[in-house]
């Protein structure tokens, strides 16, 4: 499923995206920051258990935000953040599964 609309600041410190279903969701800039999907992130570089966690990212003293973001072909979003990470590639069906609205939490506890 692919975006039509993506809007980096929605105003209210989240993200938000209109998918070509006309479905809308809507991600708090922590919560996609917790789960950024590089290698470092997500410990495929080795790292301890403990770094692993979501919301596992180092203490910073602004509040965390995107600074920009770039489409990386017609696949993925690259969100560059105030702490000076960027590595992760937000794939759409990534960013879709992602979605915490109603309908969507529903249908993932209903599919298991």
């Not at 006309?22 to 917790?34: E, I, M, Q, V, W």
């Not at 596992?56 to 600074?67: D, Q, S, T, V």
């Not at 879709?96 to 969507?104: D, F, G, K, N, V």
Request: charge should be positive; hydrophobic fraction near 35%; glycine fraction near 8%.
């Amino acid at each position: 499923m692919l975006p039509t609309k993506i809007k980096l600041d929605a105003g209210d410190g989240t993200l938000a995206i209109e998918w070509a279903d006309g479905h809308y969701s809507n991600y708090a800039y922590a919560d996609l920051r917790a789960r950024c999907p590089c290698a470092t992130c997500t410990g495929a570089e080795g790292r301890d258990a403990e770094s692993k966690a979501p919301g596992a990212i180092p203490m910073f003293k602004k509040a965390l935000r995107p600074e920009r973001a770039e489409m990386v072909g017609r696949y993925a979003v690259q969100i560059f953040w105030n702490d000076a990470h960027s590595a992760g590639l937000y794939t759409f069906p990534y960013l879709r599964s992602l979605c915490q609205c109603a309908e969507c939490s529903q249908r993932r506890a209903a599919t298991g």
